[in-house]
T-cell receptor, first 113, second 113 residues
Framework: GDSVTQTEGQVALSEEDFLTIHCNYS??????LFWYVQYPGEGPQFLFR?????EKGSSRGFEATYDKGTTSFHLRKASVQESDSAVYYC????????????FGAGTQLIVIP | EAAVTQSPRNKVTVTGGNVTLSCRQT?????MYWYRQDTGHGLRLIHY???????QIGDVPDGYKATRTTQEDFFLLLELASPSQTSLYFC????????????FGPGTRLLVL
């Protein structure tokens, strides 16, 4: 079945550090890929998506590039701030199953001021 | 931006108890979803709906029923609650033209003793 793997359960960085959160997926066909962010005490929020190989999604300084060859969609940010502390979820949906998002386990980002 | 509200925000029940979680969205979205969030599993889809009277089975439906009474209201029913259903439950909604951009409510924390 479809699945998303986030290898880091938690990432701790200092402000202005470079961020990478890894996301790998397994799915038949050509899934769309997403990043959602969840701030403490809130529900998840859509961050951005990519639907084609080599497409870059971006929002709020975060970006990720769809890589079908390595089945990856790693989240990156050049300089994190304390306000970026949150849980980040990678997700996928296959084109034939609109709305049926499959989420990874999530990665908690802690940014130390 | 879609507004999704959930009630109650916190609920404690006993094993075998009957629980109803409520969700209302006020942006006329067609699609609504129920997820559970557990450490190590991320968000998992329980049930979802394409509109009033419609119900679709998600990935972890066992022990749960759902009902969509109106376009705005979606309910999750646990008729014989078990400790394994202790979790944080999120409702979400999305527009028919963009099912994968989902707007989440603030969550309901359920404890089954």
């Amino acid at each position: 079945g479809d699945s998303v793997t986030q290898t880091e359960g938690q990432v701790a960085l200092s402000e202005e550090d470079f961020l990478t959160i890894h996301c790998n997926y397994s799915a038949s066909g050509y899934p769309a890929l997403f990043w959602y962010v969840q701030y403490p005490g809130e529900g998840p929020q859509f961050l951005f998506r990519a639907s084609r190989d080599k497409e870059k999604g971006s929002s709020r300084g975060f970006e990720a590039t769809y890589d079908k060859g390595t089945t990856s969609f790693h989240l990156r940010k050049a300089s994190v701030q304390e306000s970026d502390s949150a849980v980040y979820y990678c997700a996928l949906v296959r084109g034939s199953a609109l709305g049926r998002l499959h989420f990874g386990a999530g990665t908690q980002l802690i940014v130390i001021p | 931006e879609a507004a999704v509200t959930q009630s109650p925000r916190n609920k404690v029940t006993v094993t075998g108890g009957n629980v109803t979680l409520s969700c209302r969205q006020t942006n006329s979205h067609n699609y609504m979803y129920w997820y559970r969030q557990d450490t190590g599993h991320g968000l998992r889809l329980i049930h979802y709906s394409y509109g009033a009277g419609n119900l679709q089975i998600g990935d972890v439906p066992d022990g749960y029923k759902a009902t969509r009474t109106t376009q705005e209201d979606f309910f999750l029913l646990l008729e014989l609650a078990s400790p394994s259903q202790t979790s944080l439950y999120f409702c979400a909604s999305s527009d028919a033209g963009d099912q994968d951009t989902q707007y989440f409510g603030p969550g309901t924390r359920l404890l089954v003793l």
